[in-house]
């Protein structure tokens, strides 16, 4: 009787994580399906907005260096901001804080940044 119980249970956890996992938001991958977000011209919830989020993601990891023997935080974030005129541009201006003391260190590994525009239909990367 108590491994039915136990049977039952663990079924009925794993149904149930199966439905948050499936939850989870669809993230878009870099530079892929921005057509519609070129497109756009003004903001459906604020018509005087001069630039939009359209999307910000961020995921953290603990990892471990075997080679200084110690654990780091690897930070990664996917933003996509969309200017809609010439007063958005400060809107692409970002700063990413590095932390600095006598014994810690930040360091930024590697940052990507694209711009596109929608030139005769045609997507360009600049």
């Known amino acids: 009787m108590k491994s039915f119980i136990s049977a039952l249970l663990l079924s009925f956890s794993l149904f149930y994580c199966q439905n948050l996992i499936a939850q989870l938001p669809k993230i878009p991958k ?6 519609n977000d070129l497109k756009m011209n003004t903001c459906a919830m ?12 961020g995921s953290s990891i603990i990892k471990y260096n075997t080679q ?13 901001i969309k200017i ?23 360091q930024l590994g590697s940052f990507k940044a694209v711009t596109y525009n929608l030139k005769d239909g045609k997507i360009e990367k600049v």
Do not use: M
Request: proline fraction near 2%.
């Open 30 to 35: 870099y530079g892929k399906d921005i057509e």
């Open 68 to 80: 200084q023997g110690g654990f780091y935080v690897e930070i990664n974030r996917h933003t996509r």
């Open 46 to 57: 604020d018509s005087s907005a001069h630039a939009v989020v359209l999307f910000d993601n």
């Open 84 to 106: 809609l005129d010439k007063d958005g541009l400060e809107y692409a201006n970002i700063s990413i804080p590095i932390y600095r003391s006598s014994n810690l260190e930040e």
